[in-house]
């Protein structure tokens, strides 16, 4: 078995001490100059590029943005009055009557088969065919709605 000595561990490694630096006085505007002056040595140009996908591309994005609600707006303002439409609210699809076209706003008047009249944004609408029931829920007689 070997042994450790265990004097090595015990003994206190010697200290060393140093002094702090000297602040530096300049004694003329020549030795300042000198002192502090960088020196260029090399000069690196780093160039970056970012590619961003058509997903991510924020001018890409604003641009489909911008023709969609284009779009959107010469839809609208070609149908005539009175036309059918389908809105997408909380409570379902249904199918609705248009009164008018706010482009300012953004939003579309409309008229229900029961007459209320609600203006809804232009985000609300469906285009193209929906899969499932659309109606105004109906009143049974029991005074419940139910969706025909």
């Not at 001018?59 to 009055?81: E, F, G, H, Q, Y």
């Not at 609600?118 to 029931?133: D, H, I, P, T, Y």
Request: charged share 25%; aromatic share 6%; hydrophobic share 40%.
């Amino acid at each position: 078995m070997a042994t450790v000595d265990t004097s090595l561990l015990t003994t206190p490694a010697p200290s060393i001490k140093i002094a702090p630096p000297e602040p530096f006085v300049a004694t003329s505007p020549i030795q300042l100059e000198t002192v502090f002056e960088p020196k260029v040595i090399k000069t690196i140009k780093k160039i970056e590029y970012e590619l961003l996908c058509t997903q991510n591309n924020p001018a890409v994005a604003a641009t489909k943005r911008a023709n969609k609600l284009d779009r959107v707006c010469i839809d609208l303002l070609a149908l005539p009055s009175m036309s059918r439409i389908k809105l997408r609210v909380s409570a379902g699809v249904f199918e609705v009557s248009v009164v008018a076209v706010n482009e300012e706003r953004s939003t579309v008047e409309v008229i229900w088969d029961d007459g209320i009249k609600r203006e809804f944004k232009w985000s609300s609408l469906v285009w193209g065919k929906m899969e499932g029931q659309t109606g105004r829920p109906e009143a049974d007689h029991c005074g419940a709605t139910v969706r025909t």
